[in-house]
């Protein structure tokens, strides 16, 4: 997305902030208001363009490696998942919002291109930074007027640098979870799918990242096993979190051991997040059968 947009003029006296400010507060109380919306709507974000990359079995860490096909897919699948997610019904155009067609428009780039049948009608544009990681949430009544004079051969044009004044932003430059496979390098990427099994492909996951929050999607994606919770509990000395105990390794989960993230003074993880932490010292093993890990690793095991 562009860097410098400049402040919405969709405030009262614009010939658009009526309806435009109507359909703003619909979607922020279908979302659950404004904490929720932004919370799920990047989080969906995030899983629209993973779902298409699909590290784990093609290799492909970032949106720049799909194909044209795929990149265009990105589009409908937004457009989908965000009815889903505000429980709107399908109109003329992509949905219908108090009584109005809306178009909904989904870019990877810098703007986005809006076709004839859209033109005069309200549109809901929604932008995700890869680089960056924000993503944006707006809505623009595609006038004319706030388009630009060329187009491309389907016709479509795109909103003109100084139309962009006329979008009323639910979200600006919001925090947008990063591609986890583009914050690790390569080398541990290969060697995280080097594994056979789900344990040993799990077990290098949480020896190669530590420290840090790991979601229920990345650890889905490695096992590529039905049953992938399994392999993270305790399971008779085979699961994931036995064979890095006997490292000295520690695998927490958001959930059950929020207590002992704390008090080991590692980053806050929600319920359904994951995180490792190789133990140092005798007090952290001790700490650590406090909180019921009696299987972990021997002493000779930790980093003193």
């Not at 897919?73 to 067609?101: C, P, Q």
């Not at 490695?222 to 490292?247: C, N, P, Y």
């Not at 059950?256 to 140092?280: H, K, N, W």
Request: overall charge neutral; charged content about 25%.
């Amino acid at each position: 997305m562009k860097k410098s947009i400049p402040d919405s003029i969709v405030t009262a006296g614009h010939p658009d902030h009526a309806l435009l400010s109507a359909i703003s507060a619909e979607i922020t109380t279908r979302a659950g208001g404004a904490d929720a919306l932004a919370e799920t709507f990047s989080t969906m974000l995030r899983q629209c363009v993973d779902d298409v990359i699909m590290t784990p079995k093609t290799g492909r860490r970032s949106y720049d490696e799909l194909e044209k096909t795929e990149k265009t897919y990105i589009g409908t699948r937004v457009e989908i998942e965000l009815r889903a997610m505000l429980r709107l019904s399908k109109g003329r155009l992509d949905t219908v919002i108090l009584g109005h067609d809306v178009d909904i428009k989904n870019t990877m780039g810098s703007n986005w291109m809006i076709p004839t049948e859209a033109i005069d009608n309200p549109c809901i544009l929604v932008a995700a930074d890869e680089v960056r990681a924000v993503c944006y949430l707006g809505l623009i009544v595609a006038r004319p007027d706030y388009l630009t004079v060329g187009q491309n051969k389907d016709s479509k044009k795109s909103i003109s640098a100084a139309g962009f004044a006329n979008i009323l932003w639910l979200l600006r430059d919001q925090p947008y979870p990063a591609n986890f496979w583009r914050t690790i390098a390569a080398d541990v990427v290969e060697r995280i799918f080097a594994g056979d099994t789900g344990n040993q492909r799990m077990a290098a996951l949480f020896r190669e990242v530590q420290g840090i929050p790991i979601t229920r999607d990345v650890v889905q994606a490695v096992a590529r096993q039905q049953d992938f919770m399994r392999r993270i509990r305790s399971d008779k000395g085979r699961g994931t979190r036995d064979h890095l105990a006997r490292e000295g390794i520690l695998l927490l989960s958001g959930h059950y051991d929020a207590p002992l993230i704390a008090e080991l003074g590692l980053p806050v993880c929600t319920g359904s997040q994951f995180i490792s932490y190789q133990m140092r010292g005798e007090a952290e093993l001790i700490l650590a059968k406090e909180h019921g890990f009696e299987a972990v690793g021997l002493a000779s095991s930790l980093t003193i």
